[in-house]
């Protein structure tokens, strides 16, 4: 049988969470009747905590790239970009950083620094995935044999989630969830994005100066 388990990882001081598949009664999926928007009068079990509101993923409710964050009312839950990713105004949706995105070919999604605009950069790497750092092309979300190892996980080649710089970070939740389920899927878990924050640098909530 499956063993139960949970992988979990620190991303540049946000501690994510997933649990993975067990031989235990699954947990009830979050039903749209039950989703907690401040019209819904019953809240899913997933989100009905207003006293530990820790922002979560939870599959088909945000747009691409977003996870839900607490609003500013009990039971009021808002879509952002998730941690390591910017919001673009022009197309209106959030982008990882260091990939194609929204840019031509051969560049990447960037900022500026200090003003944090969102903007592309030429990438004088090629490959798939490729990206300068320390002066060399590596590969995005590997350890390149520059991260070192914490116990059994070796850190990756990432985004920073409150610099939007590239370092060495544990693996982020996308990267565990193709290494452990081969690919995403529609039953994957909700995931908790502990220590997320919806003001910080790359939300839209930041750029519309509304924290």
């Not at 139960?4 to 649990?19: D, E, N, P, R, Y």
């Not at 009990?74 to 673009?88: M, T």
């Not at 004088?124 to 590997?142: A, F, I």
């Amino acid at each position: 049988g499956l063993k139960s388990f949970i992988v979990c990882a620190t991303i540049a001081g946000l501690a994510v969470a997933q649990t993975l598949p067990s031989t235990e009664p699954p947990k009830p999926r979050v039903q749209e009747e039950l989703f907690a928007f401040p019209a819904d009068e019953q809240i899913s079990h997933y989100l009905q905590n207003a006293r530990n509101r820790t922002p979560i993923y939870v599959p088909g409710k945000c747009a691409d790239n977003e996870i839900l964050y607490p609003g500013d009312h009990e039971s009021d839950w808002v879509c952002d970009c998730r941690p390591g990713h910017v919001y673009y105004p022009q197309m209106n949706k959030c982008y990882p950083l260091f990939m194609q995105g929204f840019c031509k070919a051969g560049e990447y999604v960037d900022v500026m620094r200090p003003s944090m605009i969102v903007n592309c950069t030429t990438n004088v790497c090629t490959g798939q995935n490729m990206v300068p750092y320390d002066g060399k092309c590596v590969e995005l979300n590997r350890h390149n044999r520059i991260c070192k190892r914490v116990g059994r996980v070796y850190w990756v080649i990432g985004v920073n989630a409150t610099t939007l710089e590239l370092g060495c970070v544990p693996p982020d939740t996308t990267t565990m969830l193709h290494r452990v389920n081969g690919e995403e899927s529609e039953d994957e878990e909700p995931i908790q994005f502990e220590g997320a924050n919806r003001c910080s640098n790359g939300t839209r909530t930041k750029y519309e100066g509304l924290c």
